[in-house]
T-cell receptor, first 115, second 114 residues
Framework: GAVVSQHPSWVICKSGTSVKIECRSL??????MFWYRQFPKQSLMLMAT?????????EQGVEKDKFLINHASLTLSTLTVTSAHPEDSSFYIC???????????FGPGTRLTVT | AQSVSQHNHHVILSEAASLELGCNYS??????LFWYVQYPGQHLQLLLK??????LVKGIKGFEAEFIKSKFSFNLRKPSVQWSDTAEYFC????????????FGKGTHLIIQP
């Protein structure tokens, strides 16, 4: 099956700093990737759709300037949490659709803790 | 806007019991429906999916789900659960194009007692 990886798997940063999370499709090309956020013991919430070669599409209520998404190649999307604050602490998960685009494969997630 | 409702947040069953997890969605158009499982410490894995055709869908590990359009439901079933089925189960939906992000339900934490 298709494999999606994320790096790092966990990160701790100080309030006010920025953190970059990578999402890679290892054995397929993905023109679209998705970023989700999962709070403890809660469901996944779609944050944004990452489009290769164009701007990301953000869901309502997600701050574009805080969560910067770059989809620079067909196998890599990055999420940068800028000026992180403790309330940004969460589990961030990406997914991608190998062709045909009906089934999403998920990465293992990145645990972000902001102190 | 789409929404997904999972009725059971915590379910505890004994091995060999039958399982049914409820899922209802709210969306007026064509939808694609999914059930994902998240085992402890692992990433989300697809159990099964429905796009069109036969409303009874069979997935991996003996799971199946039935799409009932009139009830906006997509309940997950397994006739006989095993201890290894202990996990978090998520119902999800996206719109008819299939290439959109998913809207998830809140999840059901299933515990199977040996």
């Amino acid at each position: 099956g298709a494999v999606v990886s994320q790096h790092p798997s966990w990160v701790i940063c100080k309030s006010g700093t920025s953190v970059k999370i990578e999402c890679r499709s290892l054995d397929f090309q993905a023109t679209t990737m998705f970023w989700y956020r999962q709070f403890p013991k809660q469901s996944l919430m779609l944050m944004a759709t990452s489009n290769e070669g164009s701007k990301a599409t953000y869901e309502q209520g997600v701050e574009k300037d805080k969560f910067l998404i770059n989809h620079a190649s067909l196998t890599l999307s990055t999420l940068t949490v800028t000026s992180a604050h403790p309330e940004d602490s969460s589990f961030y998960i990406c997914s991608a659709n190998p062709p045909p685009a009906y089934e999403q494969y998920f990465g293992p997630g990145t645990r972000l803790t902001v102190t | 806007a789409q929404s997904v409702s999972q009725h059971n947040h915590h379910v505890i069953l004994s091995e060999a019991a039958s399982l049914e997890l409820g899922c209802n969605y709210s969306y007026g158009g064509t939808v694609n429906l999914f059930w994902y499982v998240q085992y402890p410490g692992q990433h989300l894995q697809l159990l099964l999916k429905y796009f069109s055709g036969d409303p009874l869908v069979k997935g991996i590990k003996g799971f199946e789900a039935e799409f009932i359009k009139s009830k906006f439901s997509f309940n997950l079933r397994k006739p006989s659960v095993q201890w290894s089925d202990t996990a978090e189960y998520f119902c999800a939906v996206n719109s008819g194009g299939g290439a959109d992000g998913l809207t998830f339900g809140k999840g059901t934490h299933l515990i199977i007692q040996p």
